[in-house]
């Protein structure tokens, strides 16, 4: 392919295949140990790009479009995976040339990293490794759930009450008066009747409305405290002899 001056333009590039079928974006760039040009792409593949595969660049070409590869997304599904990070061993650089019926491995290659997680390298040549650390973030919400439901039922209940009332009765008094003269009279039995009357307390109930009741609900904030695992990544350096100053 044409020469780049800094392989890390490729990161991110759209990758379509020899139809023009797109295949990904570029994750990580591998460069030829003697001349630094990119040999090799890495291209997320497979359900939500959880895979990652190796695309050669050989006849590659950069377009508007974005990078198109002399090779089928088919074949590049089914490449064999490999580490994306550090060298290519000499195994893996010839079990991917003969997956793609690439001429022989010319020398070893090496990753100029990507942005997204995987190997970052630095600018060609420059012999500089980087590597991005993530961390994972606790992100914490709420969401309203039904904890509960109160009604209101009314039901009835039978007490004793007392009230007094006065009443009134009739009662026979005798009373006696002389007779004026003059006034006529016959001996005999005599019956007079009188009918008394009284009151007595006659009991009614009515309904009447005493008072109404509502139901109201009414939010209260509280603090709570929430707690969860969140994972980390560390960065070590694994050096076998003493080059770190």
């Known amino acids: 392919m044409t020469s780049i001056a800094n392989p890390r333009d490729l990161i991110g590039t759209e990758v379509v295949d020899r139809d023009g079928e797109r295949v990904g974006k570029v994750g990580n760039v591998y460069v030829g140990d003697d001349n630094r040009q990119p040999q090799w792409v890495t291209v997320r593949t497979g359900l939500f790009g959880q895979k990652e595969s190796f695309v050669p660049l050989q006849g590659a070409q950069i377009s508007d479009g974005g990078l198109r590869v002399q090779t089928t997304k088919d074949a590049v599904k089914d490449a ?69 439901r109160v009604r209101l039922h009314k039901y009835v209940v039978t007490e004793e009450q007392q009230v007094t009332v006065p009443v009134r009765h009739e009662e026979v008094r005798v009373e006696r008066e002389p007779v004026r003269g003059g006034e006529r009279a016959r001996i005999g039995e005599d019956d007079q009747e009188v009918v008394l009357h009284a009151e007595r307390p006659v009991v009614e109930t009515e309904a009447v409305p005493v008072e109404k009741v509502r139901l109201r609900t009414e939010t209260v904030t509280e603090q709570r405290t929430v707690s969860g695992k969140v994972r980390k990544e560390r960065i070590e350096v694994d050096d076998s002899g003493e080059h770190r100053k």
């Open 80 to 148: 064999p995976r490999m580490d994306a990070e550090g060298h290519l061993s000499d195994e893996e650089g010839r079990r991917l040339y003969q997956h793609y019926g690439l001429p022989g491995q010319r020398g070893r290659t090496a990753p100029k990293g990507g942005i997204s997680g995987t190997g970052a390298g630095s600018g060609a040549g420059s012999g500089d490794q980087a590597m991005t650390r993530s961390e994972e973030q606790l992100r914490v919400g709420t969401e309203q759930t039904e904890t509960g």
